[in-house]
């Protein structure tokens, strides 16, 4: 499902799409792009909105690319910093030797689990 802003674009470039198909949402903002280039009119805009609905179409299909980067990343940027600070209190954690009785019967339990 697309975000507010991805959809008020579309509506304003009056493109009627399927929500549920990314691709060929892309590739028809992106032939958008095409027709509406000022190449194709000797390098300038015909008018003011054509210019208009090329920067909406620019628009559009950069959050498209924002959205999928942000789909395919491993870990999401939000959460590094708290992978770091879990990472962190990890190595800080005191060898199985020096922790309380209950963590080494944990320890011991997850280790005949797993098969250790």
Known sequence: MYSEEVRKLLNKLCLEVDETDYVSTRNAVLSLIVSLHPDKTGGDFADEHQKESFEHALKLRDLFDQE???????????????????????QNLPPAAEQSPQLKAQEQFRQKLIGV
């Open 68 to 90: 999928i980067s942000a789909a395919t990343q491993l870990i999401p940027i939000q959460q590094v910093s708290n992978l770091i600070e879990t990472i962190a209190k990890l």
